[in-house]
């Protein structure tokens, strides 16, 4: 079978990441010819990296993938009879997980006008949507990711007739009411046969987006052999009615332990595009790490350990937490007293490791530090691996013992013993996209804030941390809305390479304010919420890390915070019976609505006493005026 493929490209940074080039290097294998369709621009090498593969075409960024294809069946036009099969497809999916020759082999033997290689089922539409469709719903469809057309039906009139009346593509729900939903329909009812590579029908037939519900599945047992990239960062919602939020981490990891498809290839195609709370959680980036075991017997990093110290009654803890660490790493403390100082002279021969005491101002605590007295350490090129760490108080807490907790989830979580240290070195050194560890954020006490966000209160916190990042030049997706993975309280391991931005600015000691410090909202906050987008913006993931006895006391607060909240909500008519989330957060919104039109009416009301009172005053009243105002306002108020 002759066949030739139109491959749709968009990237909103122009930039051909390696999984293209992956897709395409398997695809040319089982076809003829290949035209690439660049909505957009593409610099000069960006488009060689394409031309290996096929015809390169650039064309304005309009009517998406539907307006691609219409101008790759263009460049064919005459030539189109030689073909026996087109294949329209985009880059919204990567892979291949399988050989695409088990496709290929696997449907050319049937007898079908036109094909794919995953669908879904029949969905009712809201009226936003409706407004948008062909049709009263979508019915049962080949996604439009790969859609192969056989010669009975692209040489057909009803073929023409089909790209001739597609209405303009404004947007993505155009396009999927106005053409991915309607094609295999539309051709079905002419009489066109159809089939799916990855039918899941038999298997899951009460799924009707088994490759967004079901994903790893489909990889395992039906050897579909794509998924989508936006796996990596769907919006939480629909995974937590349809499944428990396993589906995109379970995939991934299989993909990453069952198959040959070379995982890094997705960190550059997703980091400096998403949101990385979103990439958090749908590759469930957290590691729950042994406390007591280990089976790292010998490491190969360079490792330091910088402790920044100020209270001399916390020296020896520090102490204690420096011990953990392997004898080859190097430990460096930061400190602005003397009395410090002197203890850790004193205590320097008990130590294998090599211990170096570094005087710092203590202006801008324990970030200045890190950024102005432990610079050259950073920037050495001598270490694989670093862990800052500090002795923490938190004594602005009504509660001291509030502060001591939050601290020791920091400690316990970063650096808590010796098998969990080593835990942590092999986590890095298992996997070299990983650019920073962080502690889960405290949430008990007045943290709980952070069970909401993560940038506190102050509202300066976001829009401090987004210009400090536009000043280093890192420009990933930044919201107030997307709550940030960082490690609040400054105790996490990084690889000095993910932090490089961050270091090559010539920090001083007058960046920082002085004392009282602030609470919040300094640029000491915003450097702190800066981390894991540095690590982004440098191509590495950031993970969350816990030793095993704290992930159980955290899930174990988490579930008592969600139970007492919902329940909470639930005195509100209906939503205690609401189901799921999506039904709760609906029923929530309704009551929320019924809050501002009863603020509404106060809001009429204060406004009528408001102008008794002026009547009044003004002694332009009577007995019956006033009286007549009174009843209306009575009367009002009880029919609410």
Same mark, same amino acid.
């Given at each position: 079978?002759?066949?030739?493929?139109?491959?749709?490209?968009? =990237?909103?940074?122009?930039?051909?990441?390696?999984?293209?080039?992956?897709?395409?290097?398997?695809?040319?294998?089982?076809?003829?010819?290949? $035209?690439?369709?660049?909505?957009?621009?593409?610099?000069?090498?960006?488009?060689?990296? $394409?031309?290996?593969?096929?015809?390169?075409?650039?064309?304005?960024?309009?009517?998406?993938?539907?307006?691609?294809? @219409?101008?790759?069946?263009?460049?064919?036009?005459?030539?189109? !009879?030689?073909? =026996?099969?087109?294949?329209?497809?985009?880059?919204?999916?990567?892979?291949? $997980?399988? !050989?695409?020759?088990?496709?290929?082999? /696997?449907?050319?033997?049937?007898?079908?006008?036109?094909?794919?290689?995953?669908?879904?089922?029949?969905?009712?539409? +809201?009226? %936003?949507?409706?407004?948008?469709?062909?049709?009263?719903?979508?019915?049962?469809?080949?996604?439009?990711?790969?859609?192969?057309?056989?010669?009975?039906?692209?040489?057909?009139?009803?073929?023409?007739?089909?790209?001739?009346?597609?209405?303009?593509?404004?947007?993505?729900?155009?396009?999927?009411?106005?053409?991915?939903?309607?094609?295999?329909?539309?051709?079905?009812?002419?009489?066109?046969?159809?089939? *799916?590579?990855?039918?899941?029908?038999?298997?899951?037939?009460?799924?009707?987006?088994?490759?967004?519900?079901?994903? @790893?599945?489909?990889?395992?047992?039906?050897?579909?052999?794509?998924?989508?990239?936006?796996?990596?960062?769907?919006?939480?919602?629909?995974?937590?009615?349809?499944?428990?939020?396993?589906?995109?981490?379970?995939?991934?990891?299989?993909?990453?332990?069952?198959?040959?498809?070379?995982?890094?290839?997705?960190?550059?195609?997703?980091?400096?595009?998403?949101?990385?709370?979103?990439?958090?959680?749908?590759? &469930?980036?957290?590691?729950?790490?042994?406390?007591?075991?280990?089976?790292?017997?010998?490491?190969?990093?360079?490792?330091?350990?910088?402790?920044?110290?100020?209270?001399?009654?916390?020296? =020896?803890?520090?102490?204690?937490?420096?011990?953990?660490?392997?004898?080859? %790493?190097?430990?460096?403390i930061t400190t602005s007293q003397s009395? *410090? @100082?002197?203890? *850790?002279?004193?205590?320097? +021969?008990?130590?294998?490791?090599?211990? %170096?005491?570094?005087?710092?101002?203590?202006?801008?605590?324990?970030?200045?530090?890190?950024?102005?007295? &432990?610079?050259?350490? #950073?920037?050495?090129?001598?270490?694989?691996?670093?862990?800052?760490?500090? =002795?923490?108080?938190?004594?602005?807490?009504?509660?001291?013992?509030?502060?001591?907790?939050?601290?020791?989830?920091?400690?316990?979580?970063?650096?808590?013993?010796? &098998?969990?240290?080593? +835990?942590?070195?092999?986590?890095?050194?298992?996997?070299?996209?990983?650019?920073?560890?962080?502690?889960?954020?405290?949430?008990?006490?007045?943290?709980?804030? %952070?069970?909401? /966000?993560?940038?506190?209160?102050?509202?300066?916190?976001?829009?401090?941390?987004?210009?400090?990042?536009?000043?280093?030049?890192?420009?990933?997706?930044?919201?107030?809305?997307?709550?940030?993975?960082?490690?609040?309280?400054?105790?996490?391991?990084?690889?000095?390479?993910?932090?490089?931005?961050?270091?090559?600015?010539?920090?001083?000691?007058?960046?920082?304010?002085?004392?009282?410090?602030?609470?919040?909202?300094?640029?000491s906050h915003a450097i702190e919420r800066?981390? !894991?987008?540095?690590a982004q913006d440098a191509g590495y993931?950031?993970?969350?890390?816990? +030793?095993?006895?704290?992930?159980?006391?955290?899930?174990?607060?988490?579930?008592?915070?969600?139970?007492?909240?919902?329940?909470? #909500?639930?005195?509100?008519?209906?939503?205690?019976?609401?189901?799921?989330?999506?039904? /709760?957060?609906?029923?929530?919104?309704?009551?929320?609505?019924?809050?501002?039109?009863?603020?509404?009416?106060?809001?009429?009301?204060?406004?009528? #006493?408001?102008?008794?009172?002026?009547?009044?005053?003004?002694?332009?009243?009577?007995?019956?005026?006033?009286?007549?105002?009174?009843?209306?306002?009575?009367?009002?108020?009880?029919?609410?």
């Amino acid at each position: 079978m002759k066949r030739v493929a139109i491959y749709f490209f968009f =990237d909103s940074k122009g930039i051909v990441h390696d999984y293209v080039s992956y897709f395409l290097s398997d695809l040319v294998k089982n076809i003829d010819r290949l $035209l690439i369709v660049v909505n957009g621009q593409l610099d000069e090498a960006n488009q060689t990296k $394409l031309a290996q593969f096929g015809e390169v075409y650039l064309r304005d960024n309009d009517e998406l993938d539907v307006g691609a294809y @219409k101008f790759g069946l263009a460049q064919l036009d005459d030539e189109l !009879p030689q073909f =026996d099969e087109i294949i329209l497809l985009n880059n919204t999916i990567m892979g291949p $997980l399988y !050989p695409f020759k088990e496709t290929f082999d /696997k449907m050319g033997s049937q007898e079908l006008d036109f094909w794919g290689l995953t669908k879904v089922g029949e969905i009712g539409l +809201n009226e %936003t949507l409706l407004k948008k469709s062909k049709y009263d719903k979508y019915y049962e469809h080949i996604q439009s990711h790969w859609i192969a057309i056989r010669k009975s039906m692209f040489l057909s009139k009803d073929w023409r007739d089909f790209w001739h009346d597609l209405p303009y593509i404004a947007d993505y729900d155009t396009s999927v009411g106005m053409y991915e939903a309607v094609f295999t329909k539309y051709f079905s009812d002419l009489g066109y046969q159809w089939g *799916v590579s990855v039918d899941s029908d038999n298997v899951y037939p009460h799924s009707q987006m088994p490759l967004y519900d079901l994903p @790893k599945q489909l990889v395992e047992q039906m050897r579909c052999p794509i998924f989508k990239k936006r796996a990596a960062f769907n919006i939480l919602d629909r995974a937590l009615v349809v499944g428990a939020g396993e589906q995109s981490p379970e995939l991934f990891d299989y993909i990453k332990t069952h198959t040959d498809y070379p995982f890094d290839l997705l960190a550059e195609a997703i980091l400096p595009y998403y949101h990385y709370d979103l990439i958090h959680k749908n590759m &469930a980036n957290v590691s729950i790490l042994s406390k007591n075991e280990t089976s790292l017997l010998e490491s190969q990093s360079k490792i330091a350990l910088i402790i920044h110290l100020y209270f001399e009654d916390m020296v =020896d803890e520090f102490l204690t937490y420096a011990h953990f660490f392997p004898a080859t %790493t190097d430990i460096f403390i930061t400190t602005s007293q003397s009395s *410090v @100082k002197q203890k *850790v002279t004193e205590r320097k +021969n008990d130590f294998q490791q090599k211990l %170096t005491i570094i005087d710092v101002d203590n202006r801008g605590r324990d970030v200045s530090a890190l950024l102005v007295g &432990a610079k050259s350490i #950073i920037t050495s090129g001598d270490y694989d691996l670093v862990c800052f760490t500090h =002795d923490k108080k938190t004594l602005q807490l009504g509660s001291e013992t509030s502060g001591y907790s939050f601290a020791h989830k920091c400690y316990e979580n970063i650096h808590g013993s010796s &098998a969990y240290v080593s +835990n942590v070195i092999a986590l890095f050194e298992e996997n070299q996209k990983l650019g920073l560890a962080v502690a889960p954020a405290p949430n008990h006490g007045d943290y709980f804030w %952070t069970v909401e /966000k993560d940038w506190t209160p102050d509202p300066k916190n976001s829009s401090n941390t987004k210009a400090l990042l536009d000043k280093l030049g890192v420009h990933v997706p930044i919201a107030e809305d997307h709550h940030p993975i960082a490690p609040i309280g400054s105790v996490f391991w990084f690889r000095p390479s993910a932090m490089e931005k961050l270091f090559q600015q010539d920090w001083q000691i007058d960046d920082f304010p002085g004392e009282p410090l602030p609470v919040d909202g300094t640029i000491s906050h915003a450097i702190e919420r800066s981390y !894991p987008f540095l690590a982004q913006d440098a191509g590495y993931y950031t993970q969350t890390i816990m +030793n095993d006895r704290y992930a159980a006391i955290e899930y174990l607060n988490l579930s008592y915070y969600l139970r007492k909240v919902t329940q909470g #909500i639930g005195v509100f008519k209906n939503i205690s019976d609401s189901g799921n989330l999506s039904g /709760k957060l609906f029923q929530i919104n309704e009551v929320k609505n019924q809050l501002m039109d009863y603020q509404t009416q106060v809001d009429t009301y204060q406004s009528q #006493i408001a102008e008794l009172h002026q009547i009044i005053d003004n002694n332009k009243w009577n007995s019956s005026n006033l009286w007549r105002k009174i009843k209306t306002i009575l009367k009002k108020s009880r029919a609410k």
